[in-house]
């Protein structure tokens, strides 16, 4: 069993920076693939970016490629999402997951964090 906990969010203007933590509680996190979705109001929750269990691969959308960047520690079992050039797109709520497959699919994964919003202003 893997608890999650996201932090990190809030208010930032167009091109500002936020980073965003993901605490994870349980001795198997190292095993486990995260990923970042995000969901805005009224849309589908969408993939942001994967790391997988070792830190070895990344994997991003095309949206937020060359912007942000997602890293994890393992002896902290925290992974996080830096987000840069933000833009009023970017708004959202950012959820972390963790998975044992290394995919993009949200059905993938076998748990959630809550949530932290992020809202970017122009």
């Known amino acids: 069993q893997v608890q999650l906990v996201e932090s990190g969010g809030g208010l930032v203007q167009a091109g500002g920076s936020l980073r965003l933590s993901c605490a994870a509680s349980?001795?198997?996190?190292?095993?486990?693939?995260m990923g970042w979705f995000r969901q805005a109001p009224g849309k589908e929750r969408e993939f942001v970016a994967i790391?997988?269990?070792?830190?070895?691969?990344?994997y991003y959308a095309d949206s937020v490629k060359g912007r942000f960047t997602i890293s994890r520690d393992n002896a902290k079992n925290t992974v996080y999402l830096q987000m840069n050039s933000l833009k009023p797109e970017d708004t959202a709520s950012y959820y972390c997951?963790?998975?044992?497959?290394?995919?993009?699919?949200?059905?993938?994964?076998?748990?959630w964090g809550q949530g932290t919003q992020v809202t970017v202003s122009s």
């Open positions: 790391i997988s269990w070792s830190g070895a691969s990344t």
């Open positions: 349980g001795r198997t996190f190292s095993s486990y693939n």
């Open positions: 997951a963790g998975g044992r497959g290394y995919s993009g699919n949200r059905r993938d994964y076998d748990y």
